[in-house]
């Protein structure tokens, strides 16, 4: 008998909903760490997002009869844990609900720090005065990507949540950026405008590190 393809929503579906322990395994093994980031930050604690996740696979058991596939199964399962995520985190006084982002995405905000360009008046006004640090050219220990990536995720973890929660699914998840604006409510307008700052800072982040002298 031909393995089944999980990677197709409708297969999932059907042996989900036929209590196939295979396909739920996949389900577990493919999603629990993303589920988990998301849910992180809305909570105050490892334990209360780990809390969140088990809920959410417990609703995504029950529920999967009554799931109409309007979204992607992915999309559909993340917005449980947002939702779960977003409930007990007000019970914690931290969670920000989901038409606030667009708000986020509205406010002003500058995506690089303004010192970093020439002041009106010098020469070279509006130019770089502190320039990005060419990456490509970084030594190879600096470029470790371990190293590098516990930079990204602790720099991720300092952002407002709007933008933590784009920059998490678009480039740590891989996801799409419909896939993100169905997932969140964002406008396309909003999400682009999320991830740019959210990228920006992690890049200032990463520009810091970099600018470190290798030990």
């Known amino acids: ?11 999932l579906v059907a042996a989900l909903r036929a209590r196939d322990e295979d396909a739920f395994a996949w389900l577990l093994t493919r999603y629990t760490g993303s589920l988990r980031r998301l849910a992180r930050a809305h909570v105050s604690s490892d334990a ?5 996740v088990s809920e959410a696979w417990l609703a995504v058991i ?5 799931f109409e596939q309007r979204s992607s199964l992915k999309t559909w399962i993340h917005r449980i844990v947002l939702n779960l ?12 609900p989901f038409s606030s982002l667009g708000s986020e995405a509205d406010a002003a905000e500058a995506a690089v720090d303004p010192d970093r360009f020439r002041p009106a008046g010098a020469p070279g006004a509006g130019s770089w005065a502190s320039p990005p640090v060419p990456w490509d050219e970084e030594p190879e220990t600096s470029l470790s990507a371990a190293e590098t990536l516990d930079v990204v995720r602790r720099a991720i973890a300092t952002l407002p949540p709007g933008q933590q929660m ?8 891989g996801w799409r950026a419909d896939d993100v604006c169905n997932a969140l409510d964002l406008s396309e307008t909003n999400q682009r405008v999320l991830l740019h700052r959210a990228r920006a800072k992690v890049r200032t982040a990463l520009e810091r590190h970099f600018e470190e002298p290798v030990r």
């Not at 209360?48 to 969140?52: L, M, P, R, S």
């Open 1 to 11: 008998m031909a393995a089944l393809d999980y990677s197709d929503d409708d297969v």
């Open 48 to 52: 209360a997002a780990d809390e969140v």
């Open 62 to 66: 029950t529920g999967i009869g009554r």
């Open 85 to 96: 995520a977003r409930t007990k985190g007000t019970r914690e006084h931290r969670s920000v």
């Open 166 to 173: 784009v920059i998490t699914l678009r480039d740590l998840e």
